[in-house]
Nanobody, 123 residues
Framework: QVQLVESGGGLVQAGGSLRLSCAAS????????MGWFRQATGKEREFVAS??????YYAESVKGRFTISRDNAKNTVYLQMNSLKSEDTAVYYC??????????????????WGQGTQVTVSS
């Protein structure tokens, strides 16, 4: 069992930056693929970024602006978000799932989810 708690969301102006954190409890954090998803009001939850044995993967909409990283010693995964746009406004969710040797980008591939943190980008 893994519990995930996100933090770092907030209100930021367009062009600004935020860093989200996701702290995981439970054992064997390093054996999990970790991902970030987001859900804007009235829209489906969508993939943002993931990190696994196969590497780091990003949605096209955030590539070059967002960076995912993990610190296995701290059981934490991060999402550095730069050059934020109004369309990045959403609730951001952290997720954990079995690690794989291919990109983990689909919701059903993740077993555990955090409660989400709101990111609002004002234009």
């Amino acid at each position: 069992q893994v519990q995930l708690v996100e933090s770092g969301g907030g209100l930021v102006q367009a062009g600004g930056s935020l860093r989200l954190s996701c702290a995981a409890s439970g054992r064997a954090f390093s054996t999990y693929a970790m991902g970030w998803f987001r859900q804007a009001t009235g829209k489906e939850r969508e993939f943002v970024a993931s990190v696994s044995w196969s590497g780091e993967y990003y949605a096209e909409s955030v590539k070059g602006r967002f960076t995912i990283s993990r610190d296995n010693a701290k059981n934490t995964v991060y999402l550095q978000m730069n050059s934020l746009k109004s369309e990045d406004t959403a609730v951001y969710y952290c997720a954990a799932g079995p690690d794989t040797n291919y990109p983990v980008t689909r919701k059903y591939e993740y077993d555990y989810w955090g409660q989400g943190t709101q990111v609002t980008v004002s234009s």
